[in-house]
């Protein structure tokens, strides 16, 4: 059974960091593009960030870069975005999705929330 179980979300005050994490199970994980992806209320669902199945090449959306960094560790099927400087802006639920060929695989999502 394939399975995205994001985690790591809460309420943050602006300007701290957070980190959240992706756990993968039920398919090579190694070989799909991970990236994640953030829907604020009443918004559409945007992408924040993606890297290459080695880790190797990462991209980000304009919003975040210089602020948030993707990582993965391949031995744990595990992908992570740290989240720096976080600003009220960043409020959304932030999703994880695996990308290979034409198969989609998304979790259910962690809610952050950046208020003083």
């Known amino acids: 059974q394939v399975q995205l179980v994001e985690s790591g979300g809460g309420l943050v005050q602006p300007g701290v960091s957070r980190r959240l994490s992706c756990a993968a199970s039920g398919f090579t994980f190694t070989n799909y593009l991970m990236k994640w992806y953030r829907q604020a209320p009443g918004k559409e669902r945007e992408f924040v960030a993606s890297?290459?199945?080695?880790?190797?090449?990462?991209t980000y959306a304009s919003s975040v870069k210089g602020r948030f960094t993707i990582s993965r560790d391949n031995a744990k099927n595990t992908v992570y975005l740290q989240m720096s400087n976080l600003k009220p802006e960043d409020t959304a639920v932030y999703y994880c999705?695996?990308?290979?060929?034409?198969?989609?695989?998304w979790g259910q999502g962690t809610q952050v929330t950046v208020s003083s």
């Open positions: 890297i290459s199945a080695a880790g190797r090449t990462t």
């Open positions: 999705r695996a990308s290979y060929s034409s198969t989609n695989y």
